[in-house]
């Protein structure tokens, strides 16, 4: 499974006086499998981008291409496209709507036409999967906090069992604890599934911790698409286009510029208690 989108443009409003170019000639491979960080200030192009994914937007122009389908075309399932392609937006209450939190769960796989026990099978799994305590099962929705809604909101979709998850700012809002709690749950996912993750953010740490990829996007274009030790290489011009990269990478360059031998490359803080242990020889 592949997700491609080739040569993709969108316009808002085209034909009109208030027509804005939102992508340009956006080309991107997805291999399965892979964990990848979309970057990029208010405004780049981000939240665009993954709409396009599980067919939400019509590209302007260009192809979007799914198991080798294309699927802007007229006549493609789009209802099974999202079965496939799960967007977890990045206001939960925007997905809650039910009575209690699994009946909320059980809302997208009922819709696909299962049966009564499957539904609730996926809708028992997907909560377990998100780490939701099974006490808070049959309580609203929106009695719940900050990320034990966006655990049920990102339930609601993995119910669905889909093979790609998109995640628009899932950690938005959260304190640092409930920010790290939700990422470590989603890598776990990751790894114990297979499933291709994509994760909008505008935290470097979040990203450089735990993305296999990063593609940032600048003013509707793709700035730089690669592993993040090398696009925060780039830091520099990161900052140009009011980015940055994670606060280790600057300490690390600070400590190079001032004579210790480190790689300045490190992204994370373990890569750079490493490298700061090799410079002072300690094992």
């Known amino acids: 499974m592949q997700l491609i989108l080739d040569h993709v443009d969108h316009v808002y409003e085209e034909g009109t006086q208030m027509a804005r170019k939102a992508l340009s000639d956006i080309c991107l491979t997805i291999p399965k499998g892979q964990f990848v960080g979309i970057i990029g200030h208010t405004g780049s192009g981000k939240s665009t981008l993954i709409q396009h994914m599980n067919g939400l937007l019509k590209p302007t122009s260009g192809h979007i291409y799914f ?13 099974k496209l999202r079965s496939k392609v799960g967007l977890v937006f990045q206001y939960p209450e925007h997905q809650l709507f039910e009575i209690d939190v699994f009946t ?14 499957e539904v ?5 799994n997907a909560l377990r999967k998100v780490g ?4 808070l ?3 609203s929705p929106f009695d719940l906090s900050g990320g034990q809604k966006r655990r049920v909101a990102i339930a609601g979709v993995l119910a669905m069992e889909p093979e790609v998850l998109i995640l628009d700012e899932p950690t938005a809002g959260l304190d640092p604890k409930g920010r790290e709690e939700i990422l470590r749950q989603i890598k776990s996912l990751q790894k114990e ?5 994509l994760l909008v953010s505008h935290s470097m740490e979040d990203v450089a911790e735990y993305v296999d990829r990063i593609i940032v996007m600048n003013r509707g274009s793709i700035l730089y698409d690669d592993v993040p030790r090398k696009v925060f290489q780039h830091y520099r011009e990161l900052e140009e286009v009011g980015l940055a990269a994670p606060q280790v990478t600057y300490i690390m360059h600070a400590l190079r510029e001032r004579g210790l031998p480190v790689d300045a490359d490190a992204t994370t803080i373990r890569e750079a208690a490493d490298e700061i242990c090799r410079a002072y020889g300690i094992a």
Not at 120 to 124: C, E, I, K, Y
């Open 137 to 139: 099962y049959y309580q």
């Open 67 to 79: 198991e080798g389908e294309d699927i802007a075309e007229k006549d493609y399932d789009r209802k």
């Open 193 to 197: 599934t297979g499933m291709t993750i």
């Open 104 to 117: 909320d769960v059980c809302f997208g796989p009922k819709n696909l036409g299962l049966d009564k026990k």
């Open 132 to 135: 939701l305590p099974e006490d």
């Open 120 to 124: 609730q099978l996926r809708a028992f």
